[in-house]
């Protein structure tokens, strides 16, 4: 059985959120009965051979990622990152993160990366499988079934089969409808590519490695059709609590 790892994304500062982010990190807000970074751990539990599980966040709110995970009962083993940053302006940036928790805890097995502001319908268990059966990275993809609802605001992909053949960051003239979330699985052997990515200095959009990816290995789409919510607005926010409330 093979070992896998991952990742939540939890060290950005969500300032278009304030003052409700202000003191409290976006993965923490309360979405339904629950917070939106306990939403994804409920659905981390579903994949029996997770290993380990990292919060990378940063110095501002890592405490309160400490005391957060004093309450929390999983299956596997979890640990709070800081990645030492204190402002929106020194922020790592999403593959910056994940280079980060890569390195300093010395990753070397299949990595899943959510970013701890996502909250969506499909299944991690499914996910897993899935990834087992390509046997190469993977991103997931919402299909929001019309072109002009990703334009100029989602990286998006073009897939041929299940394989991802290109990728654009939010493109003004999209190819697709296939909305790049931010869930990854990253084989092994592709890790090296994230160290790659980092030293050409594209840290922030996780899109770039995707491209770079699909370009230098092989990706492979993973689409669904359940909800999806990329919380990074009061709009989406309060969209996700409608839906949660009513029993998502």
């Avoid at 994804?40 to 890592?62: A, C, Q, S």
């Avoid at 979890?78 to 922020?91: A, F, P």
């Amino acid at each position: 059985m093979i070992t896998i790892r991952a990742v939540v994304l939890a060290a950005g500062y969500a300032t278009r959120l304030y003052p409700l982010t202000k003191d409290t990190p976006k993965p923490l807000l309360e979405v339904g009965e629950r917070s939106i970074i306990n939403h994804i751990f409920v659905k981390l539990e579903e994949i029996k051979n997770l290993e380990e599980v990292y919060v990378v966040t940063n110095d501002k709110f890592y405490s309160t990622f400490v005391d957060w995970s004093k309450s929390l009962n999983s299956s596997f083993k979890l640990k709070i990152v800081n990645d030492g940053t204190k402002s929106n302006e020194d922020r790592l940036g999403a593959v910056g993160d994940i280079h980060f928790v890569v390195k300093q805890e010395k990753i070397n097995d299949d990595l899943m990366v959510i970013a701890g502001d996502n909250l969506f319908g499909f299944s991690l268990l499914d996910f897993a499988d899935f990834f087992k059966e390509k046997n190469t990275s993977l991103v997931a993809f919402h299909d929001l079934k019309d072109k002009d609802k990703v334009k100029g605001k989602y990286g998006v992909g073009i897939v041929q089969g299940s394989k991802v053949v290109d990728f654009a960051e939010k493109p003004t003239e999209p190819k697709s409808s296939l909305a790049s979330t931010a869930c990854y699985f990253f084989k092994r052997n592709d890790l090296v590519h994230i160290k790659n990515m980092v030293k050409s200095g594209k840290v922030d959009a996780p899109g770039n490695l995707i491209k770079y990816l699909a370009t230098e290995s092989e990706v492979h789409a993973f689409v669904f059709d359940e909800h999806w919510f990329d919380v990074g607005s009061f709009e989406s926010l309060a969209e996700a609590k409608k839906l949660y409330e009513e029993g998502a």
